[in-house]
C-alpha cells in the first residue's frame, strides 16, 4: 500500500508544489528524507513537522520539541496522515521553507518500498537564499523529475512501527479534535445567548431613557453601562468599524527622483513599461531622470493614474500646511498607495496609544507637476476617458486574461469606439498596470503580452491555452454583460449564488470566512481547476458527513466548474466551449484524471470513469427522470467494481424524479441500515410526509406497502409538494425542548415537532 501526498512549498506564486507517492509505514525521517530529495534541498539545516491548530511536534532524532512531541524515528507517518487534514514540514528555521503536505488518495494495490513523484510544478529554491520573500535576482535551480526519481527509486524503505510515544501523540490529537467540536458548539451556544441579549435592547433603550430622570445616581450610571453594552454588541454584530487614520505633514527632504532612486530595478523597470519607455543601457539614476523628464513632458500622466476624486484629494492634502493634521477615510487610502508608487509622496506609519498615524513628505518638484494640469484641463480629461477607464475595466474583470493585441479590437466591438494604439496603452498601463490592478505578462515561446488580474496563476493557464484551440476567437459579450462584471461573480452567475447558499446553510461561518471561500474558490477554478481539486482544497476546513451533502456538494461543484467562463478558454466556460469545439469537458479538464478507478469510497464519485461522472451530471441535473435515465444510473452503479452509497443514492434519487416512490424507499431504507446516514434518514422522512399527501389526495389509508404495488404505478398526475406549516428546525439545531442536546439527537423523529 502507498499514500499519494500533494506537497507545496507555502506562499510561492505561481505555486511550487510535488505530487509524491510514498510506501506506507514509513517514518517521518523517511518522510524527511524524501522531501529533501524531492524539492532539492541539501539537508543543511534543521527541520521539524507540526500540525495545524495543534500543540504537537515531530522532530529531528535528537533534538527536543515544544509541548508535545516525538522524535521522527519513532513515528510513523500512516496514523497521522490519516487523523490530520494536512501536516507542515519546515526546514531551515533561519529561512523557514514551509511545505504544505496534504493526503490526496491510498493507493492500496501499490507494492513497492520506494517513493515516486508523479507529477510537479515549479523549479527548486536555492539553499541558503533567504526564504520565499528573500534574495535578490534568481534564486531558482532547475528541477528535473527523472533524476530525482532515479535517487529515490535508490532508496528502499523497510516497514516501522510506531513507538508508543507517538500513538499517545495521536490519542491527544483525537482528544484535541473533540475538545474543538465542543468549543465550536460552546460558541454558536455563546452567540444565541447574544443575540438573546441584542433582541432585549429595545426594551433596555426605553429603560434607560426614564433613567436619565431617576434620582437615584447608581441606578443612572448601570443602565448607562447596558447602554454602552447595547452599542458595543450593534457593532460587533454588524461587523463595522469606524477605520480612520490621522496623517501629519512634514517638509520636503527628497526631490522625485531621489523617491525613485530608492525603488528597486524591477520596480523601475516595470514602471518605465507602464510609461513605454526603453530604458536600453541606462543606470539606475539615468531610468529615474528619465521617469521624472516624461512626467515633466506629460503631467497628464498623473490623471490617467489617479481618479477624478482621487485627483481632487491629492491637491486638497498638498494644500494642507506642514505639522498639520488630516483624518483619512478607508476608501482614501488608494490615493496614498498610488502617490507611493508613482514616486510623488512617501509614507512613514506608527502606531502610539493604538491610534493610527502616518507621516507624509510630499516630494519637493510634485507641487509643479500637480499645478500643471489646470482645472479646465482637468475637467475636460476626465469626462473624456472617464467611461474608457470603466469600459477597460469591466473588459478585464470578465476576461481576467487578455492578449493585449486584441484588447483594441474587443473595445471597438464591444463598445463602438476605436482608441488610438497610443492612447489604449497609456490607459492600460497607467490606469490599470501601474496602480496594481492586473499584471503584464509575456509569453516566452510567442512573446505574446498578456495582461492579467493579479490573483491568476498565469504559468498554468499559459499551459493551459497551448492545449487548446489557439483559433479559436474571444468571446463576444454584450456591453451590458461587461459592465456588469462590477457586480461580482456571486451575483453576475447563479451557480455561484447556489454554491454560496449551500455554504451558509450547511455550516455555520462568519462573513469574511464566506467571502475568503468564495474568492479562494472562484480563483480556483479561473485557473483551470477540477472539480476533483477543489473538493479536496474545501475539504480541509469543512466535513461532509453525510451522503446527501457529499452528492449535493458533487454536483454544484460540476456546475461551477463546468458553466463558469475561464481565462483559458478566451472567456468561454467549459460547457460554452465543448459546444463551440465538439471536445468533451473532461478534456478541458473539468474531472481529474489521477485519481480515477482506484478507491472509490475515499473518492466518492470521483473513482467512476469520466464518461459517467458527466452522464450522472447530466441526469441529476433534470427536473424529472425518465426509465432511460433510470436505466443508465442503474447501469453505472451495476458497473462500479465498488458498492458506493454515493451512487445508490443517486439511483434513489432518480427513481424519485421518475416518481417511483416504492423502488426509492426501499433502496433508500435499505442504505439507512447499512450506513445509519443522517441525510439518508431526513430524505426518507420527508418522502413518507410527501407519500402521506399523496395517499390521502387518492383515499389510500396507509403508505405502508399494504396496498397493492400496482397502485404506486398509476399515473399520479401532478403531485403537489408538502410543504411544512412550522418552520423545518435544523437537525443540528439546539432541540426546542430545552434539553441542550441537538434536535437530531433528542426530539427529531418523534413526531413531537413536525
Not at 39 to 46: I, L, Q, R, T
Not at 133 to 159: C, H, M, T
Not at 224 to 246: C, D, K, P
Not at 702 to 728: A, H, I, L, N, T
Request: proline share 3%; with cysteine; charged share 30%.
Amino acid at each position: 500500500m502507498a499514500y499519494i501526498i500533494k506537497v507545496t512549498l507555502e506562499d510561492t506564486h505561481p505555486p511550487v508544489w510535488r505530487r509524491i507517492l510514498v510506501p506506507d509505514a514509513i517514518s517521518f525521517q523517511d518522510l524527511h528524507e524524501i522531501l529533501q530529495m524531492a524539492f532539492g534541498w541539501d539537508d543543511y539545516h534543521m527541520h521539524n513537522f507540526t500540525f495545524p491548530s495543534r500543540n504537537i511536534e515531530i522532530t529531528q532524532k535528537g533534538e527536543e520539541g515544544y509541548g508535545n512531541s516525538v522524535e521522527e524515528d519513532k513515528a510513523v507517518i500512516d496514523d497521522f496522515m490519516k487523523e490530520c487534514k494536512w501536516i507542515r514540514y519546515t526546514y531551515d528555521f533561519g529561512d523557514d521553507w514551509c511545505h504544505k503536505i496534504v493526503l490526496e488518495k491510498t493507493d492500496m494495490e501499490y507494492q513497492g518500498r520506494s517513493a515516486t513523484v508523479l507529477k510537479a510544478k515549479g523549479d527548486n529554491f536555492m539553499e541558503d537564499s533567504g526564504g520565499i520573500w528573500g534574495g535578490e535576482g534568481d534564486n531558482r535551480s532547475p528541477f528535473y523529475i527523472e533524476e530525482v526519481n532515479a535517487k529515490l527509486q535508490k532508496q528502499k524503505i523497510s516497514k516501522k512501527k510506531s513507538s508508543k510515544q507517538a500513538l499517545d501523540l495521536i490519542q491527544i490529537m483525537k482528544d484535541l479534535d473533540s475538545l474543538k467540536s465542543s468549543k465550536k458548539q460552546f460558541r454558536k451556544d455563546l452567540k444565541d445567548m447574544l443575540q438573546e441579549y441584542l433582541d432585549s435592547c429595545e426594551e433596555t433603550i426605553e429603560n434607560v431613557k426614564a433613567a436619565f430622570f431617576d434620582k437615584d445616581e447608581s441606578k443612572r450610571i448601570q443602565m448607562l453601562i447596558q447602554l454602552h453594552e447595547y452599542a458595543w454588541m450593534e457593532m460587533v454584530n454588524q461587523g463595522t468599524e469606524n477605520f480612520r487614520i490621522s496623517i501629519n505633514f512634514h517638509e520636503p527632504v527628497k526631490s522625485m527622483k531621489d523617491m525613485l532612486l530608492d525603488f528597486s530595478e524591477t520596480e523601475l523597470a516595470d514602471y518605465g513599461q507602464c510609461l513605454q519607455i526603453e530604458f536600453g543601457e541606462k543606470t539606475t539614476e539615468q531610468r529615474a531622470e528619465t521617469i521624472v523628464e516624461a512626467f515633466a513632458e506629460n503631467p497628464k500622466y498623473l490623471l490617467y493614474i489617479f481618479t477624478e476624486e482621487e485627483f481632487a484629494l491629492l491637491k486638497k492634502l498638498f494644500a494642507i500646511p506642514y505639522r498639520r493634521s488630516y483624518e483619512i477615510e478607508r476608501d482614501d487610502l488608494d490615493v496614498l498607495s498610488k502617490g507611493i508608487v508613482t514616486g510623488v509622496l512617501d509614507v512613514e506609519t506608527s502606531n502610539r496609544l493604538q491610534n493610527k498615524t502616518m507621516r507624509i513628505r510630499f516630494a519637493s518638484d510634485a507641487a509643479g507637476l500637480i499645478e500643471k494640469n489646470t482645472a479646465d484641463e482637468i475637467e475636460k480629461f476626465y469626462k473624456e476617458h472617464s467611461q474608457i477607464f470603466e469600459n477597460l475595466s469591466s473588459l478585464l474583470m470578465t476576461y481576467s486574461m487578455l492578449e493585449v493585441k486584441t484588447i483594441g479590437e474587443l473595445y471597438a466591438e464591444t463598445f463602438g469606439q476605436k482608441l488610438e494604439a497610443a492612447e489604449l496603452r497609456s490607459c492600460i498601463y497607467l490606469r490599470i498596470c501601474l496602480a496594481k490592478g492586473a499584471r503584464l505578462i509575456t509569453e516566452e515561446d510567442t512573446k505574446s503580452a498578456y495582461l492579467a488580474v493579479p490573483e491568476l496563476d498565469t504559468e498554468e493557464i499559459l499551459s493551459e491555452i497551448k492545449e487548446y484551440d489557439v483559433t479559436v476567437p474571444y468571446k463576444k459579450f454584450r456591453k451590458k454583460e461587461l459592465l456588469s462584471s462590477a457586480m461580482g461573480f456571486v451575483d453576475r452567475y447563479p451557480m455561484w449564488r447556489e454554491f454560496v447558499a449551500y455554504m451558509e446553510e450547511g455550516y455555520d461561518i462568519t462573513e469574511e470566512e464566506k467571502n475568503v471561500l468564495n474568492a479562494r474558490t472562484f480563483m480556483s477554478v479561473q485557473n483551470g481547476a477540477s472539480v476533483t481539486e477543489i473538493r479536496l482544497d474545501i475539504e480541509q476546513e469543512f466535513e461532509f458527513d453525510n451522503v446527501v451533502l457529499k452528492t449535493e456538494f458533487w454536483e454544484l461543484l460540476t456546475d461551477i466548474c463546468l458553466n463558469t467562463p475561464i481565462p483559458a478558454l478566451k472567456g468561454y466556460s467549459r460547457a460554452e466551449y465543448s459546444k463551440l469545439t465538439g471536445r468533451k469537458p473532461w478534456e478541458l479538464g473539468l474531472y481529474d484524471p489521477d485519481v480515477l478507478g482506484e478507491d472509490l469510497e475515499e473518492n466518492w464519485l470521483y473513482g467512476i470513469s469520466l464518461d459517467q461522472q458527466y452522464e450522472l451530471y447530466r441526469i441529476m441535473k433534470k427536473d424529472k427522470n425518465s426509465a432511460l435515465d433510470v436505466k443508465a444510473v442503474k447501469k453505472i452503479v451495476d458497473d462500479a467494481t465498488v458498492e458506493l452509497v454515493e451512487l445508490k443514492y443517486m439511483l434513489a434519487v432518480a427513481y424519485l424524479k421518475n416518481e417511483d416512490m416504492n423502488k426509492a424507499e426501499r433502496l433508500l431504507t435499505e442504505l439507512y441500515r447499512e450506513t445509519k446516514d443522517e441525510g439518508i434518514e431526513e430524505v426518507l422522512s420527508m418522502l413518507h410526509e410527501v407519500k402521506q399527501q399523496v395517499g390521502l389526495e387518492y383515499g389510500w389509508q396507509s403508505y405502508s406497502g399494504r396496498e397493492s404495488r400496482s397502485e404506486w404505478d398509476k399515473p399520479m398526475g401532478e403531485v403537489v409538494p408538502f410543504r411544512r406549516e412550522k418552520e423545518k428546525i435544523g437537525r443540528n439545531a439546539p432541540c426546542p425542548c430545552g434539553s441542550g442536546k441537538k434536535f437530531k439527537q433528542c426530539c427529531m423523529g418523534k413526531g413531537i415537532y413536525d
